[in-house]
């Protein structure tokens, strides 16, 4: 922890290569978020909105202290199970009872998973939040939790495409509060 491994640079960089070209064979593609802001601007002019760019900054700063807040309570909710249940394997079984108690409390599972796609087409999904016209104030704090919880107990995997979900609603959000294009903020998310 705290030091860079270059020896393993060139084995990852290898089996990334080698993953993305063994999904590729098999039709599997990743999901591609458009973001239509300023598509039709022709690309050879130079255009600076002090504006935007001052909502962008408010932007970034509301990222980087949620960014902050999901790290430092994923670490106290760990400690916090720690501290509760002794024995990991206890971990997850409260998590998972938290979780289901949190789906019945919202009425809904769209919080569940990665957040790439859902069989109901009302739930939020990464490529919702890039929807012009569609803002959703509250999604990023939810799926946050959702993780949170998740993570801290115990289970692993399926951190990042999560964080993307919270990132791009988070977006949209200030999109909507900033009157800002909802596209461009989600992918800034």
């Not at 001052?54 to 916090?80: D, N, P, Q």
């Not at 859902?118 to 939020?124: I, N, R, T, Y």
């Amino acid at each position: 922890i705290g030091r860079m491994q270059y020896e393993a640079l060139i084995p990852c960089l290898m089996a990334a290569v080698t993953g993305d070209w063994a999904c590729h064979a098999w039709g599997i593609e990743h999901t591609h978020y458009h973001i239509a802001y300023l598509a039709d601007a022709p690309a050879n002019v130079f255009h600076l909105d002090a504006l935007l760019l001052s909502k962008v900054t408010i932007a970034g700063v509301v990222f980087g202290l949620a960014a902050k807040s999901f790290a430092e309570l994923s670490h106290t909710a760990s400690a916090l199970f720690k501290k509760l249940l002794p024995y990991a394997p206890l971990r997850p079984v409260l998590a998972g009872l938290i979780v289901i108690g949190l789906v019945h409390l919202l009425g809904t599972r769209a919080y569940l998973g990665l957040g790439v796609w859902s069989p109901d087409a009302a739930d939020p999904t990464i490529a919702g939040f890039f929807a012009p016209g569609a803002v959703d104030y509250w999604s990023w704090l939810w799926k946050a939790i959702f993780t949170i919880v998740t993570l801290s107990a115990g289970f692993k995997g399926g951190e990042v495409t999560p964080l993307f979900f919270i990132g791009a609603a988070l977006g949209n959000a200030l999109a909507g509060l900033l009157g800002a294009p909802s596209d461009l903020f989600a992918g800034l998310g």
